[in-house]
Nanobody, 124 residues
Framework: QVQLVESGGGLVQAGGSLRLSCVASGRTFSDYAMAWFRQAPGKERELVTAITRSGGSTYYADSVKGRFTISRDNVKNTVYLQMNSLKPEDTAVYYC?????????????????WGQGTQVTVSS
């Protein structure tokens, strides 16, 4: 079993930055690829970014390319999401997710474990 705990969400003005963290426990962290999803009210959960278990490859949704950066520290069992130039449309609950495998996938149903989510609100 894997436990994921997110932190770092909050309220920020448009153009500001936030850094989300997700700490994993319960299994060797380098066994799984990691991803950040988000879900806004009334919308489906969508993939924001993902990273392979080695950290050697990443994926970004077009809407966040150039603004968000995913990284991981396999010693600290943590995956990070640095969010810059935030926009009101980035407002959502952000979830980290783990897939037991080397590569990442794009559909929520592919992921084995989920955190509880952290709220990000961007005011205009």
């Amino acid at each position: 079993q894997v436990q994921l705990v997110e932190s770092g969400g909050g309220l920020v003005q448009a153009g500001g930055s936030l850094r989300l963290s997700c700490v994993a426990s319960g299994r060797t962290f380098s066994d799984y690829a990691m991803a950040w999803f988000r879900q806004a009210p009334g919308k489906e959960r969508e993939l924001v970014t993902a990273i392979t278990r080695s950290g050697g490859s990443t994926y970004y949704a077009d809407s966040v390319k150039g603004r968000f950066t995913i990284s991981r520290d396999n010693v600290k069992n943590t995956v990070y999401l640095q969010m810059n130039s935030l926009k009101p449309e980035d407002t959502a609950v952000y979830y980290c997710a783990a897939y037991i495998g080397s590569y990442y996938y794009t559909e929520p149903g592919d992921y084995n474990y989920w955190g509880q989510g952290t709220q990000v609100t961007v005011s205009s």
